[in-house]
């Protein structure tokens, strides 16, 4: 028996327990003999990560298209797995261990800390799995990896020993992002660019000979004491005099050169700038065009070295910079200092200034590897969707720069190469293959020192399509479900991660990691805001889980994902979408009260009622919007088709229309009515699991109980295919009569005619197929439009009657017995006068510029779109007061 109300609590972990027991989850689940595969890989969330909104949204989607397919009879492989998460991984650790009151890493020696780094993974590195699973997440956890595990670990030395012996991995000196508190080099999206109120110094260098000097600006003027250069534009006609010549760096007293650079532009400053190569990116490119020597000026923890005059050695960077300010005044060389809005970059995690640092670091060749990931994506071997994402990935890909994988961290991939006493590097996959390759180049044996870097995070992720299906080993796994299917990913990662598995796909295996590349918006708070714990709008999604329900969350995210549109996050619709899985479980209530259970061997497209035959007919055309839909990742076509068919078609109207026929005397129609209504709502739990599988899913158990089992649970159960089609003079018959109900009911709201009055319904112009039509629904039109009678005229509207048209007719409503029209024109009256006073007071705040400058956007937004509700509502109390005044 289904209870009176659907209780998430109670069944989401019962249920998902009893799927992940049941092995439904597992590759191959389902699938019928010969079918082709579907593989889709997760984003592999950070070991040390929560639950966020972006990944819910995320994995909703991917769960949405392996619940769909799996269904379809494919062979589905939905692979799970967490990164290891170098920085972040390392960072929780080491605060626990301070707040435990115990030593420092560097204190207790490298191996023990990892052996620390693990006992946390093995304890706490979990949250998130668990949390996926509370989504519903249907992975096959029996599968799931970690970047760091001893397969994915022995795949990462591979690529990396290969691509070394291809010199495609070589280590070089060039800048790099330098978090002076982690000690590390950190990858751009660990960067956090923030606006500041800060100063640009503009300084006097003199030229060497004499003749004068030369103006620079700088924001980082402790910066100038590694200068080795200054830049001006060749087509500038204020300093073609001065290129070649030289100006002696004050402080230092080194001699520079004025040389003749496109980067630097007349338009901006004095037209000159100076150039430091070791610490700044844009500056390090010009130096290498110029021949300008790198100077780096900075140690490891920002401090200056010895490289810059005495004065300066051991000091903070901030501290050097009042103290050079200082100093450059006293010569007479401040020549001015503005106020300045610039953007400064800090570490994501420590939250301190990141410095552009010169020093040795593993390289990938990005270049090279990046052209046959750019071919594949413009030959359409890979597709972006939505397409338009192609252009960033593009654009990112043709003006790619070496990637710098090498990270000055403990947790991580230890970089597989080995010095040896004189330098001599050795990369190779073992320490036994590295002492063999040393004794072959020495002639003896010798001690070999591991480099102690790790690689970056993203180099063992890049790998992540193919090494967690066993590559290197060539697996069964890997033979049946690479390349993928498809990659659901956000936008940010295009560069970072999906561009990488691009490129390291095609290297290693030949082929793309995956055919399509699902690109989705971001999710932001109600008014359209960026969430941050700043601003205090941050929505946890396992609180409206706990609220709401995982199905209600699910299907919120899915009908708002629409491609190339962020989702305003609010609520409201959360709450709206949790009423509608009340509404269905209400009408499989019904369904149960009225004893429609599901009848075996069943066949709709004998129907003989034309209300089963139209709805039998509707299901069709709704299962193929829903498959179209998602075979194009439309999830939000495909949740609002289900919608509106679940609570419209089938609720609203199919329910209803059956009413009479379930309780009429006629057993056959009876019969058949029960077993449809029973056979729809069963394709509606199945087309419906995909984005909501908990209450789908309990349904079907509990209704099947009553029909005498199930074969299967709903999760492993077959997708719909119909054979019949749809009955066109059914489809015309009931579109008709919804159109009368719906015109009536909409006229009696309009006109405020009491809710509980019947008024009889006369009936001009319409067709004599139509007009049997209705009287064979008679009783059905009268019920659902609160009529006391229904009779075709040929006769003009009597006196006291509201007049619409629907389908092809004139309709009468004879309203004057049962309320007052003059009192409801006063009433219409007062009302519209209300909404035009409102309309005027938004008027004046959209018309008043201050509020425009002033208001926030959403808040703007909002009162634009509450004056266009209130001129509807206006319009249409105006149209009915029209309409009073014609019948009186």
Same mark, same amino acid.
């Given at each position: ?5 659907? %209780? ?44 966020? *909104?972006?990944?819910?949204?995320? %994995? ?29 991984? $390392? +960072? ?222 051991? +000091? ?26 610039? +953007? ?69 991939? $230890? ?34 020192? $591991? ?127 949790? %009423? ?106 199945? *087309? ?11 349904l079907w158990q509990r209704i099947g109980e009553q029909a005498g089992g199930r074969d299967t649970m709903l999760i492993l159960a077959d997708w719909p295919s119909y054979t019949h089609a749809a009955d066109e003079a059914a489809d015309s018959e009931m579109a008709m009569v919804i159109e009368l109900i719906n015109e009536i009911r909409s006229v009696r709201s309009e006109m405020n005619v009491p809710a509980g009055a019947k008024v009889p319904l006369l009936v001009k112009g ?106 509807? %509502? ?15």
């Open positions: 028996m289904i209870d009176k109300s659907f %209780n998430p609590q109670e069944v989401e972990e019962r249920l998902y327990k009893s799927w992940e027991e049941s092995g439904a989850f597992k590759a191959g689940a389902g699938a019928k003999p010969g079918a082709d595969s579907f593989s889709i890989v997760i984003p592999p969330p950070n070991v040390t990560g929560s639950l966020h *909104m972006g990944h819910a949204l995320n %994995n909703t989607l991917q769960d949405v298209l392996t619940r769909f397919e799996r269904l379809r009879g494919k062979d589905v492989l939905w692979q799970p797995g967490t990164d290891h998460a170098g920085i972040a991984t $390392q +960072m929780v650790v080491e605060r626990n261990i301070a707040q435990q009151g115990g030593p420092t890493r560097r204190e207790m020696g490298r191996d023990k800390f990892v052996e620390l780094v693990w006992d946390w993974k093995e304890e706490s590195g979990g949250t998130i799995t668990r949390q996926l699973r509370r989504l519903g997440a249907s992975c096959d956890w029996s599968r799931e990896r970690f970047t760091m595990d001893d397969g994915l670990s022995a795949a990462v030395r591979k690529v990396f020993v290969a691509l070394h012996k291809k010199d495609l991995i070589y280590r070089d000196k060039r800048l790099v992002n330098w978090d002076p508190k982690f000690l590390t080099a950190i990858s751009d999206l660990e960067v956090v660019n923030k606006e500041v109120q800060g100063s640009m110094w503009h300084f006097r260098y003199p030229l060497t000979d004499g003749s004068g000097h030369i103006t620079v600006a700088t924001t980082r003027p402790e910066t100038m004491l590694g200068d080795s250069g200054v830049a001006v534009h060749p087509d500038d006609e204020r300093y073609k005099a001065l290129i070649g010549k030289t100006v002696t760096l004050p402080l230092v007293g080194r001699e520079i050169p004025i040389v003749a650079d496109s980067y630097a532009d007349p338009e901006q400053g004095s037209g000159a700038v100076k150039i430091t190569p070791a610490h700044d990116f844009n500056d390090f490119e010009v130096g290498k065009r110029c021949g300008l020597a790198q100077i780096n000026i900075l140690d490891e923890h920002a401090n200056l070295n010895d490289e810059v005059p005495e004065a300066y050695r051991g +000091m903070e960077r901030f501290a050097a910079r009042k103290k050079i300010i200082e100093d450059i005044d006293a010569l007479g060389l401040l020549e001015k200092v503005e106020d300045h809005t610039l +953007m400064v970059p800090y570490g994501d995690r420590s939250d301190v200034v990141i410095e552009p640092y010169l020093t040795d670091q593993w390289y990938v060749d990005a270049p090279t590897l990046a052209k046959p990931a750019l071919e594949s994506v413009e030959q359409e071997r890979t597709r972006f969707v939505p397409k338009n994402w192609e252009k960033t990935y593009f654009e990112w890909m043709r003006n790619i720069q070496p990637w710098c994988v090498s990270r000055q961290l403990w947790w991580g991939h $230890q970089i597989p190469a080995w010095y040896g006493p004189d330098g001599t590097v050795f990369v190779e996959e073992t320490e036994d293959k590295a002492n063999a390759a040393a004794e072959a180049h020495y002639g003896k044996s010798v001690e070999l020192a $591991q480099d102690e870097d790790v690689l970056d995070t993203w180099f063992s992720s890049a790998l992540w399509p193919f090494s967690t299906l066993g590559w290197p080993e060539q697996t069964d796994e890997l033979k049946r479900y690479y390349p993928t299917s498809v990659l659901v990913t956000g936008f940010d990662i295009i560069f970072f991660w999906v561009a990488r598995m691009m490129m390291q796909g095609l290297e290693f295996t030949g082929e793309e990691p995956f055919a399509d590349i699902y690109v989705h918006a971001l999710v932001r708070d109600k008014n359209g805001q960026k969430m941050s714990k700043s601003k205090g709008n941050v929505v946890d999604p396992l609180e409206l889980i706990g609220q709401y329900g995982a199905d209600a969350l699910r299907f919120t995210l899915a009908a708002m994902a629409a491609q190339g549109r962020d989702i305003k996050l609010d609520e409201s619709r959360i709450e709206g979408y949790r %009423n509608f899985g009340t509404k269905l479980w209400n009408a499989a209530r019904f369904c149960e009260m009225n004893e429609a259970f599901p009848v075996a061997g069943f066949d709709p497209a004998a129907a003989t009622q034309p209300v089963n035959r139209w709805i039998a007919g509707e299901v069709a055309r709704t299962e193929q919007t829903i498959r179209e839909a998602l075979e194009t990742y439309k999830f939000d076509e495909a949740a609002g088709g289900l919608y509106r068919f679940i609570w419209n078609i089938y609720c609203d109207w199919y329910l209803e229309f059956i009413k009479p026929l379930l309780n009429s005397d006629d057993e056959a129609a009876k019969t058949e009515t029960k077993a449809m209504a029973a056979w729809v709502l069963d394709q509606i739990l199945v *087309m419906l699991h995909p984005f909501s599988p908990f209450i789908t899913e309990e319409l067709s004599d197929d139509d007009w049997v039509a209705v009287q064979r629904h008679d009783a059905l039109i009268s019920r659902m439009a609160r009529l006391n009678d229904i009779a075709s005229t040929t006769e003009d509207a009597p006196k006291g009657a509201i007049q619409t048209v629907a389908a092809g007719a004139s309709l009468f409503l004879p309203v004057a017995d049962v309320m007052d029209l003059g009192a409801e024109q006063a009433r219409l009256a007062k009302e519209i006068d209300k909404l035009s006073g409102l309309i005027a007071r938004i008027d004046g705040k959209l018309n008043n510029e201050k509020f425009i400058a002033k208001a926030p956007e959403h808040v703007v937004a909002l009162e634009r779109a509450k004056k266009v509700e209130l001129e509807e %509502n206006a319009a249409r109390l105006k149209d009915a007061l029209a309409r009073l005044e014609d019948v009186t």
